[in-house]
């Protein structure tokens, strides 16, 4: 069965620095698009960061030119680098599997503050 957890997150200064790594098993990673989503308390879960198979990669307009996101196919892996962190990056961040909608893994905190 599909399966997705994240780790990486915890407690950053705004200007601060975290990669999420989220592990996967149970399909075909290589040919699946991924994407990190996450959810601040009291609002909708909203898409950050999306890689293809093929590498194309898109970004939320609020944390393009910050974060990045990446994938390694040998470990089933998907990852999103946050630079330049901001009090409102706080948030729980959820990978996905594109073609899987209704799976999602126990998230991962990040929370930004001084």
């Known amino acids: 069965q599909v399966q997705l957890v994240e780790s990486g997150g915890g407690l950053v200064q705004p200007g601060g620095s975290l990669k999420l790594s989220c592990e996967t098993s149970?399909?075909?990673?290589?040919?699946?698009?991924m994407s990190w989503y996450r959810q601040a308390p009291g609002k909708v879960r909203e898409l950050v960061a999306s890689?293809?198979?093929?590498?194309?990669?898109t970004y939320a307009d609020s944390v393009k030119g910050r974060f990045t996101i990446s994938r390694d196919n040998d470990r089933k892996t998907v990852y999103l680098q946050m630079n330049s962190l901001r009090p409102e990056d706080t948030a729980v961040y959820y990978c996905?599997?594109?073609?899987?909608?209704?799976?999602w893994g126990q998230g991962t905190q990040v929370t930004v503050s001084s």
């Open positions: 996905r599997a594109e073609s899987y909608v209704q799976i």
């Open positions: 149970g399909f075909v990673f290589v040919l699946e698009q």
């Open positions: 890689i293809t198979g093929r590498l194309r990669t």
